[in-house]
């Protein structure tokens, strides 16, 4: 009996120490990326990363998204500019699981959004830092 393990869809995945990390795109169409600014209903969770302040409705798209739009190869910019984050000097993998760790819990990413919604009022750090 031969036992063939490739998957028929092809899911990129990332070794990071030793655990091995699916990314899943997350399920939502490129027609709606005009409006992700916008929050539609079920979306509770926001990409904190710089200005970029996407909804997704579960940290796995968060973490999916930030993993590729924002540590992807070519984007990467050597540090997380996520909001509120030290801006270290990070390899790429290092900062995934970063990402993952720090940020894109289901816990970080909500205390995140509740950090932001008091910045709102004006107590926010300047950004020309």
């Avoid at 579960?58 to 500019?81: I, M, N, R, W």
């Avoid at 993952?100 to 300047?126: I, M, T, V, W, Y």
Wanted: charged share 15%; aromatic share 10%.
């Amino acid at each position: 009996l031969f036992l063939q393990s490739t998957p028929a869809t092809s899911i990129p995945t990332v070794q990071v120490q030793g655990q091995q990390m699916n990314l899943q795109p997350p399920s939502y169409t490129a027609a709606s990326q005009h409006t992700e600014q916008m929050k539609k209903p079920g979306q509770n969770f926001m990409c904190l990363w710089q200005s970029c302040k996407k909804w997704f409705q579960t940290p796995s798209q968060v973490f999916y998204h930030a993993a590729t739009e924002h540590g992807g190869k070519d984007v990467y910019p050597g540090q997380c500019l996520w909001e509120g984050c030290e801006p270290f000097q990070r390899q790429r993998f290092s900062f995934i699981t970063h990402l993952q760790d720090k940020h894109c819990s289901r816990d970080a990413l909500l205390a995140g959004l509740k950090q932001d919604e008091h910045g709102q009022a004006g107590n926010q750090k300047p950004a020309n830092k």
